[in-house]
Every structure is written in structure tokens, then in C-alpha cells.
């Protein structure tokens, strides 16, 4: 179930707009933190806090009580409630200012793409045997409600299914998509594990763990940010996740590229300014290069791993990809202003900027 766009009144000043999804007795959700200031330059609604990816979590019970938190932390926000049976959502909001009053009901307003949601979890021992090894893999993706609009219903969501899988679509069917995604797995797993099994006591170390996760981020004004987490454990000191991002223009139902978004010279100008935002944020002096601080260059080009929302564009960055895995993955936002010079005013976020 997905439960997008889901809003709710929590203060006199601020507004929380959830894209939640609900797999059996799990919840996940992005969210955003609104107030009424006004927005920079090219946004004239709410303000939206995007700077960092907004994730919370948790389980709800058979009676529909839950708590939420941040993923593997105990720091606020936190969110404890009921979903009744006519899917609103009530409870207690728990943020640094204090604790509110909360009630979420969904709001699919023009712009806002309703969502299904599509799970899978399996499991496949190494060898006919107690105690065996297994390759363990688990699934969810979500694709746009049928619709009369064959963009949406159609080729979105071939489109959102291809990046899933990383290759093309069996059709629109995300079961069967899923099915050949986890039976490739299991495939791989043995073919390239079972000789190794022979002869080694034990072989935990065989283990493979795979988790591919999708969320939304931004979900308005006919604009759709998604992003697949994957995960992969096979072996080895730890295993490795990746963010990948999506922006979907909703009117046209494509895919936007940074060329779309910017102006034909953008690169140079992009570049000393992502650069210049990574030195602020590990506190190098002006001069100083971004080697400095671990980072394997020191000129830092805009990715095709972005993000869009309605206040701004951000660069996300995987381990390996400007850092060393021990410095974790990078990003960095920019609201329209600070980008406004090297944005297409005519381009595809022409309708955001007006």
C-alpha cells in the first residue's frame, strides 16, 4: 500500500507532507517539514526543508498502533499513533521543539501521483542440507494506479520497472518483473557459490543478502522524485548499498536528464559550485583542496544521480564515487536561487520557477 502525499496539520506554523508505504507489518516513509515562510526565488508556495533525505520507519501492530523512528537511531523526530480503518493517521509527533498532536489523512491533489505498492521475499538454500547456506532476497516497488492517462499507467511505469531492474521490463506486470529478478538471483547464488561449498566446514561466510527498496521523495506539481536503495551482501567485510535517484516529469512521463534542466554551458559553473559546497561542509580553508579531506578529487562534477523538489535540485554521490567507503555517501543541496544562473528558464522546470 502507498499512502502518498499524505499531509497533516501538527502546529500552527508547519505542515508535514509523507509519502508512506506499508508492506505487511512494515512502514516507511519519506517526509518533509513545511512552514509557511515563503519560498526563494521561483517557488511562491510553503517552504520545504529538503536538505537532507527525511526517512522514517518502524512496525504497526494487527490493531493499527505504531511507533516510527529514524532508521537505526534513537534521535528525534519520532512518531507514535493509530491508522484506522478509514486510513487516517493520528498520534504524536516528537521533534527538538517539542512534542504535537498529529492527524494525516491522503491528499492525491492535482500533480500527485497515487502509487501501488509490489513486494517480494525469498530465500534459497545453497545445498539440500541442514544448516546450509542461503541466498535471501527481498523486494518492493511501486508503480502509478491505472489510469486513462497511458503515459502514467503505461510507460512510467515501464519505465520505473526498468530502472528497477537495471535492464528492460517483462512488461508492465511487476510481479512477474520481480519473479525474474529473484529467480536470476538464486541462479547466480548457486552457480557461483555451490563448488565452494564442497569441503568447507560450516560456509556462513556463503551467505548472500540482497534488499532493493524503492521510495519517493518528491511527489508534486506533476514532478515525481524516486530513488531504489539497493543493498548487497556476498561475502567479505560488509556489504555495499547504493542510492540511485529518478526525476519524472509527469506531463510528458520521461525521465529528465541535467541537460533538460540547465543551461547548454552549465558544467564549469556547476562544477566550482558543488565543489565549493563540499569544502564548506568539511571545513576546508578557501585554497585548500577537497583531497584534503579524503576526497579522491578535487574538482567535483555535477552527477546524473540528482534529485529534484520543489525547492531545489541536490547531487547525491555513492560510496566509491568521489570518497573512500569510510567516508559514507555524499550529497549536497541547492535551493533555485543559488542554482538560478545555470537553469534553462524555458526547460522542463519551467512551471516550478514561475
Not at 45 to 67: H, L
Not at 81 to 89: A, V, Y
Not at 95 to 106: A, H, I, R, T, V
Request: net charge negative; proline share 4%; aromatic share 12%.
Amino acid at each position: 500500500r502507498c499512502l502518498s502525499d499524505w499531509s497533516s496539520d501538527v502546529c500552527s506554523s508547519d505542515l508535514i507532507t509523507m509519502d508512506l508505504v506499508k508492506i505487511n507489518d512494515s512502514i516507511y516513509a519519506n517526509y518533509q517539514c513545511n512552514s509557511n515562510a515563503k519560498a526563494e526565488e521561483g517557488n511562491s508556495s510553503p517552504k520545504q526543508n529538503y536538505e537532507n533525505i527525511r526517512v522514517i520507519c518502524g512496525k504497526m501492530k494487527p490493531d493499527g498502533s505504531c511507533v516510527l523512528g529514524v532508521p537505526f537511531s534513537k534521535e528525534l523526530p519520532n512518531f507514535t499513533g493509530q491508522l484506522s480503518r478509514d486510513q487516517i493517521l493520528t498520534g504524536t509527533w516528537v521533534n527538538e521543539d517539542g512534542n504535537y498532536p498529529l492527524e494525516m489523512k491522503e491528499n492525491y491533489k492535482d500533480g500527485v501521483l497515487p502509487f501501488n505498492v509490489s513486494f517480494l521475499k525469498g530465500s534459497i538454500p545453497l545445498v539440500k542440507k541442514h544448516g546450509s547456506p542461503k541466498g535471501n532476497i527481498e523486494m518492493a516497488v511501486l508503480t502509478p494506479v491505472e489510469s486513462t492517462n497511458a503515459l502514467l499507467s503505461d510507460s512510467l511505469k515501464a519505465t520505473i520497472l526498468e530502472k528497477f531492474m537495471k535492464k528492460p521490463a517483462r512488461g508492465t506486470n511487476p510481479d512477474i518483473n520481480m519473479n525474474t529478478m529473484k529467480q536470476a538471483y538464486f541462479d547466480k547464488y548457486i552457480s557461483e557459490n555451490e563448488a565452494l561449498y564442497i569441503g568447507k566446514a560450516g560456509g556462513q561466510s556463503l551467505n548472500w543478502e540482497s534488499l532493493e527498496f524503492m521510495h519517493v521523495l518528491y511527489n508534486d506539481k506533476h514532478f515525481l522524485t524516486f530513488y531504489i536503495i539497493s543493498y548487497g551482501f556476498t561475502g567479505g567485510a560488509h556489504g555495499l548499498e547504493t542510492y540511485e535517484f529518478y526525476v519524472a516529469d509527469l506531463k510528458k512521463g520521461k525521465i529528465l536528464s541535467l541537460n533538460d534542466i540547465f543551461n547548454t554551458d552549465f558544467e564549469t559553473n556547476l562544477t566550482s559550485t558543488i565543489t565549493k559546497r563540499f569544502k564548506e561542509m568539511n571545513s576546508l580553508r578557501e585554497g585548500q583542496p577537497l583531497k584534503d579531506a579524503g576526497f579522491f578529487t578535487d574538482d567535483v562534477k555535477p552527477t546524473d544521480n540528482f534529485y529534484l523538489t520543489g525547492e531545489g535540485i541536490g547531487f547525491f554521490y555513492n560510496h566509491y564515487d568521489i570518497a573512500p567507503y569510510a567516508s559514507s555517501p555524499n550529497s549536497c543541496f541547492f535551493s533555485f536561487r543559488e542554482l538560478y544562473s545555470f537553469i534553462n528558464k524555458d526547460g522542463a522546470l519551467q512551471s516550478l520557477l514561475q
